[in-house]
């Protein structure tokens, strides 16, 4: 009795073990790599860019004339972004799986209007990872999604790789993912930025035949900063401004600036690799009406890459004069950053935080009427750049081809 | 049952009893109230807890070994106290079972398993319970120092896989909250801390019950420690105005680990490993429903009817006494309340009572002699 007893709770103990509603095969899925989100009317249009998974494990030699495409490009519209990703159901025989989508292109009307509902989705729902990198394009974002890289068979990943690499070697743009950007528009000045993405060139590529050539008729590109103040599209920052308010924001990691040859005037004769850069910001308030004093001190270190001075360089004075050059290009940098965003009254260098810290109860005081003091910061920026390597050589080869043409005379 | 648990056992026991539930809910709860001061709160209510934990583990530390806890009760206050403090106890370790149960079925359901039906996974898991409580508190103490053990490195590689996306300047400026407001934000906390009268359960199987108090205070500060850890954690990382909005902060920030393009999506692992720690937590409840109706009620039969009973019961009590996953707030203003009463107040009411009947015993004793 008690045998069968223990073989009825096993039997019974079977249908528990069998699997649960949420089981879901992979044949069944659609990895999506990447998505676009835009805004027309009251109509929300999110697009998918869906992996093949057959096409992509062979795709790894060469396109061949009318090979298959590693990825499809579709949207759906709806009221709302999770109708309108629901609204798949009706044309894909897969379920939407988004937990390898690498970017979210978000369309510049959009942004106009707001991210909220979006970030709202990120946050709210499991399947939707916090670590999507986040860009923005001028016009549809469904033309981001649909066209290729030739170096990577996945475009979604390729544009994360890009970003990835363009901060780690660049760092004109800073690398923005959905927690990030939920981050920055919850901090105190509530202003946030995206970089920009846009298809450089003529045609875009959207086939194999396209893809089969050395030089592609156009590329996918990282442009601009959008600034976003309180969640909404306020303005554009250039590359070299969004360099300036990286500085200002402590995340330049490695970055190449060109400039001249120290006193002996001209600019754009050298480059140098700035390889670390730290920053730190004091703010000091004296009271009254006197505005905002924030004292940001950037201290960097680099190497110099190349160079068309007639200087000599083994002299420690011609190096310091270097330096000196250098600090003023950053500084240069610093403050046209600074003041573009102080145009747009849009603290996205985290100034807000900095006078929380300091000044708590000020901060409470002027929190309301933040943009206007914002605005009205004066920025008291030093660079302390130090040139810690010429390369391989000490010499600049115009320095020596001059020194061998003075001999010969 | 045997005296076998030892101090270490004990410390283990008191953090898997309150360390489970508490990280999924504490950083939200306690950041709500005073943001980026939120680990000032959880310090200020660690050393609370530990004073509960040493006034509750002095008065187990007074139970003999191998009699139960009712009934050592039994013999300071009276029989007829001892068996409704018995069964009242039951029916908060029985009520706590069912209110983290459901709380740990919304989270398996919000995070993982969408569309498997709550009935179906709280059913499963009141087996596993159920399987738990039979082996007694024994085994259960020997998994528990696994946990703690595991614990502790699993937090230092979460930290250190985090630690890239940090901003230490988060946590400024520091003590900008009133310490009304900070003691306050204390109180939830201090709900959780109060779990620790588990340890009138345990002492008596203890190797050596006088060791009780400090068993249980190690296990609070253990926990505190690991609390404030994960709350620096998430505060360095996300900020408080963000963490504010999340419900389960913790497993967002474990996923957001990534190593390259190589490690990646690790958060199940860590779920996985917390997932146990639930399992036991839930499982410590439920023996102590169990434990505590069998010495009272004095059953003449074994555990298993009365597990099998308890357990059904649990099953519906937690599947039809919650008709929405929300209202977060107040099930935690709730449960800090009921925390506060069933395992501070009443056991030292209790302690007290039976300090003076035995003082009475003996003033009567002493006429009569």
Redesign the interface.
């Known amino acids: 009795m008690r045998k069968w007893g223990k073989l009825l709770t096993a039997l019974l ?1 079977l249908g ?1 073990t069998t699997g ?3 089981r879901i095969e992979l044949n069944e899925l659609s990895i999506t790599s990447a998505t676009a989100v835009d805004r027309q009317g009251d109509r929300w249009i999110v697009s998918y860019q869906v992996l093949i998974p057959s096409v992509v494990s062979g795709a790894l030699g060469p396109m061949k004339g009318g090979a298959k495409l590693p990825i499809t490009v579709y949207s759906t519209e709806g009221p709302t972004i999770r109708e309108a990703i629901y609204q798949s159901a009706l044309e894909s025989p897969r379920t939407l799986f988004f ?1 390898h989508n690498r970017v979210m292109i978000v369309g510049e009307e959009l942004a106009k209007n707001g991210l909220d509902e979006l970030i709202d989705v990120y ?1 709210r729902n ?1 399947d939707s ?3 999507v990198a986040v860009l923005i394009t001028k016009g549809e974002g469904r033309k981001i999604l649909e066209q290729l890289l030739q170096i990577q068979i996945i475009p979604g990943d390729g544009i994360r790789e890009t970003m990835r690499t363009e901060r780690k070697n660049f760092s004109v743009l800073p690398y923005v993912n959905m ?1 990030k950007l ?2 920055e528009l ?2 105190e000045a509530k202003n946030a930025v995206i970089p920009e993405i846009f298809i450089s060139g003529g045609e875009p590529v959207t086939s194999s035949d396209q893809m089969n050539k050395t030089t592609m008729s156009s590329k996918l590109k990282l442009g601009r900063l959008a600034v976003l103040k309180e969640g909404k599209l306020n303005g554009w920052l250039k590359a070299e401004q969004s360099l300036g308010a990286n500085f200002l924001r402590g995340e330049v990691k490695r970055t190449v600036i060109s400039t001249g040859c120290g006193d002996e005037g001209g600019s754009n004769q050298s480059a140098i690799k700035i390889l670390n850069s730290k920053t730190k910001v004091k703010p000091v308030i004296r009271g009254g009406d006197e505005p905002i004093r924030m004292i940001v001190n950037v201290k960097a270190e680099g190497t110099l890459l190349e160079t068309r001075c007639k200087i000599d360089l083994d002299k420690p004075e011609v190096i310091s004069k270097l330096e000196k050059q250098m600090e003023g290009e950053i500084l240069g940098l610093i403050r046209d950053g600074f003041k573009e965003t102080q145009k747009l009254k849009a603290d996205i260098v985290g100034f807000a ?1 900095h006078v ?3 000044y ?1 109860k000020r901060w409470h005081e002027m929190k309301s009427d933040w943009p206007e003091e914002y605005s009205r910061i004066k920025l008291e920026a030093h660079v302390d750049f130090t040139l810690k390597r010429l390369g391989l050589t000490s010499k600049s080869f115009t320095k020596m081809f001059e020194q061998v043409e003075d001999e010969k005379k | 049952m045997t005296q076998n648990v030892t101090k270490l056992q004990c410390a283990a026991l008191v953090m898997t009893t309150i360390l489970p539930t508490a990280v999924l809910i504490l950083p939200k709860t306690v950041m709500n109230s005073v943001a980026q001061d939120a680990w000032i709160s959880l310090l200020v209510s660690t050393l609370g807890g530990v004073i509960v934990a040493f006034a509750l583990g002095r008065f187990a530390a007074r139970s003999k070994g191998g009699v139960p806890f009712q009934k050592g009760l039994s013999e300071s206050t009276g029989r007829v106290l001892a068996a409704l403090a018995g069964l009242a106890l039951a029916a908060y370790y029985f009520s706590i079972a069912s209110i983290a149960l459901h709380e740990f079925i919304t989270f398996i359901s919000a995070e993982m398993l969408e569309y498997t039906p709550k009935i179906v996974l709280k059913g499963a898991t009141v087996l596993v319970l159920m399987y738990i409580a039979a082996r007694g508190i024994e085994p259960i103490a020997r998994i528990s120092v696994l946990l703690m053990l595991t614990s502790i490195p699993l937090l230092a590689l979460s930290v250190l896989l985090t630690l890239s996306k940090m901003t230490w300047r988060q946590i400024e400026p520091v003590g900008e909250h009133s310490w009304t407001s900070i003691a306050l934000g204390g109180v939830t906390p201090l709900g959780w801390f109060s779990e620790v009268a588990i340890v009138l359960l345990i002492a008596p199987y203890m190797t050596r019950p006088k060791e009780a108090a400090k068993g249980a205070v190690w296990g609070v500060l253990l926990t505190g420690a690991e609390l404030i850890v994960m709350v620096l954690q998430s505060l360095f990382v996300f900020g408080p105005n963000l963490v504010r909005s999340m419900e389960y902060s913790m497993v967002d920030l474990v996923g957001l680990i990534e190593v390259g393009n190589f490690v990646e999506r690790v958060e199940v692992f860590f779920i996985t490993f917390w997932m146990s720690t639930v399992f036991l937590k839930l499982g410590i409840f439920l023996f102590g429903a169990i434990h505590l109706l069998e010495t009272t009620l004095k059953m003449p039969f074994n555990r298993s009817p009365l597990l099998l009973g308890v357990g059904l019961l649990l099953w519906a009590d937690t599947s039809y006494n919650w008709p929405h996953d929300m209202n977060q707030d107040l099930t935690t203003g709730i449960t800090t309340a009921m925390l506060l009463v069933c395992n501070l107040l009443f056991p030292l009411a209790l302690a007290v009572l039976g300090r003076l009947m035995g003082a009475s015993k003996q003033a009567e004793g002493g006429a009569d002699a």
């Open positions: 103990l528990l649960c509603w949420d937990s946050l499991s990872r916090e670590t927690y939920a981050m919850t901090s935080d929380h810290r300091k708590p």
